[in-house]
């Protein structure tokens, strides 16, 4: 099990790099043919991590929504869109009850209402209601994933930053140079911390149950 781990992890690496070149240099059939295999290879590296299956879900949402965002349709990319929104409801079950800050909250609720305050006049009328509903939702998926710790609440945080630079874009606001590399790195990197963390926090839960167990 430790070698197709170590399979499946050096291929999403290598997957994502091939991503993020193609991105750089222009070459858009690297960028169709590796970020439809990123989340896959995520999801078989935590599988063997003995992962959540509320994990396991998010990131296979999460390839929906990717191979849907291919096609520049707006019918593909509301389905996209609907895709990653359920890979959020799975990971707002997978972070339960565990506890997260006020403050922080207050700070998302703000930066939710100021951005979509912002872009709400130059979207397209028909996406309004739902990139808001959709900002909603991850929002909260994101203030909630600090609950397992740093990793994860920088990767909900990332989250957050890479759709929110697609919907400027769906919006036409000035984009920085190669805005798909940034909207891909940082997507590829809060997946990966979001996964990361939660492994590390079900590790760290797994580990007292059994301690509790033997003392008992």
Do not use: N
């Not at 992890?9 to 070149?21: E, K, R, S, T």
């Not at 997260?100 to 703000?110: C, D, E, I, S």
């Not at 979001?194 to 149950?209: C, D, F, I, V």
């Amino acid at each position: 099990m430790s070698r197709l781990r170590r399979v499946l992890l050096v291929a999403f690496l290598l997957a994502a790099a091939v991503d993020l070149g193609s991105l750089l240099v222009g070459a858009g059939l690297g960028h169709q043919i590796a970020k439809p295999l990123l989340m896959p290879l995520l999801a078989g590296y935590a599988a063997t991590r003995r992962a959540p299956t509320a994990l396991l879900a998010a990131l296979l949402l999460g390839w929906g929504g990717d191979v849907f965002l291919l096609s520049g349709a707006d019918g593909a990319f509301l389905v996209g869109m609907a895709s990653f929104a359920a890979g959020h409801v799975c990971y707002l079950v997978l972070f339960g009850r565990r506890g997260t800050g006020v403050p922080l909250g207050a700070l998302y609720a703000l930066a939710l209402l100021a951005t979509v305050t912002a872009l709400w006049p130059d979207l397209p009328a028909d996406l309004r209601v739902p990139v808001a509903g959709y900002s909603l939702l991850l929002t909260a998926m994101a203030y909630r994933s600090s609950s397992l710790g740093l990793r994860a609440g920088l990767g909900g945080a990332l989250f957050l930053l890479s759709d929110t630079l697609i919907a400027t874009g769906v919006a036409d606001w000035p984009q920085p140079p190669a805005p798909d590399f940034w909207v891909m790195a940082t997507y590829i990197a809060a997946q990966w911390l979001l996964t990361e963390g939660t492994l590390r926090a079900t590790y760290g839960e797994r580990r007292t149950k059994a301690a509790a167990l033997d003392v008992r």
